[in-house]
């Protein structure tokens, strides 16, 4: 039993950093309607950003490193659907035109990184700090720190969706574009604020990842991304609350399975939930079509 508290304790931590990146993609997806194959690289973006500034130039804590990171792949994310995405949008009215754009603005994105901070494993500066004992669990501080990001993070997303002016247009967009339009909405300003949130919190998502993995490489938030798709997909796609939902399950199945099976499969778990919900729950299991 304390093998599967421990286990437990760990996937929080798992479900807290997908939850904000399910969460990030889940917003850009309700507003766009398509995909940012880019995302697991705007995670990386954000990581090398904030690891830019806490271990190779200004030297300053981690935390506020975070901030500069996040803010930057905000407005990087911004940039993007302005000059790249939102131009193919207007031409083509297919999104399997967009989505190809993103395959490429992927691999542009990870081999610019590549060049800039090489192929090592990076690690941020921080204290060595000893496991504790949170109740059942066996956290360090870094790891209790993310997961309270997490739910403050996830806390003011669902009151913004829920109860301002913002969040009502953009659930109003992810009903009916067209309809929001003639309501007197001004779409493009929603659109553009989706991108520099959902940027955020790639970018946050990205540091908070290597922080609790404790190595950064260009390639991992690539190899995240397909948990991320798992987790969207289970919740609802284009669901808030189902990326919550999705984040949860697929972050404790899969560190709770590594306990008891070879770690080395726990991405296969991820793999199998994704496999289920398509086949028996095509929409996700906390999705409400037309909601955010």
Known sequence: MTQFWLAFGFGLVTASVLAIAAV??????????YINFAYGDFMALGAFITYY????????????????????????GV??????????????????YVLIVTFGLSLIMLNTIYSI????????NLKIEVYKHVGPFLLNKYQIVVMVIAVV??????????????????R??????????TSGIDTKRITTITWFLSGSMAGLAGTVLAITE???????????????FAAVIVGGVGSIYGAMGGALLIGLATEITAAYWN????????????????????????SRPGKA
């Open 24 to 33: 990030g993609l889940s917003l850009q997806f309700g507003i766009t309607n």
């Open 53 to 76: 500034f806490n271990a190779e130039a200004f030297h300053i804590n981690v935390w506020v490193a975070m901030i500069f990171g996040t803010l930057a792949v905000g407005v990087f």
């Open 79 to 96: 940039l993007i659907n302005r000059f790249l995405l939102s131009p193919f949008v207007r031409r083509f009215n297919k999104s399997f």
């Open 117 to 124: 901070w090489g192929t090592n494993v990076r690690v941020y």
């Open 153 to 170: 993070l996830m806390t003011g997303v669902a009151l913004m969706v829920k109860t301002t002016r913002l969040g009502k247009s953009m």
């Open 172 to 181: 109003a967009m992810s009903d009916n574009t067209t309809l929001a339009m």
């Open 214 to 228: 404790s190595n950064l490489t260009p390639a991992s938030g690539e190899l995240f991304l397909f948990v991320i």
């Open 263 to 286: 770690p080395a499969y726990k991405l296969d778990v991820a793999f199998l939930f994704l496999i289920a919900t398509l086949l028996f729950r095509p929409n996700g299991l906390l």
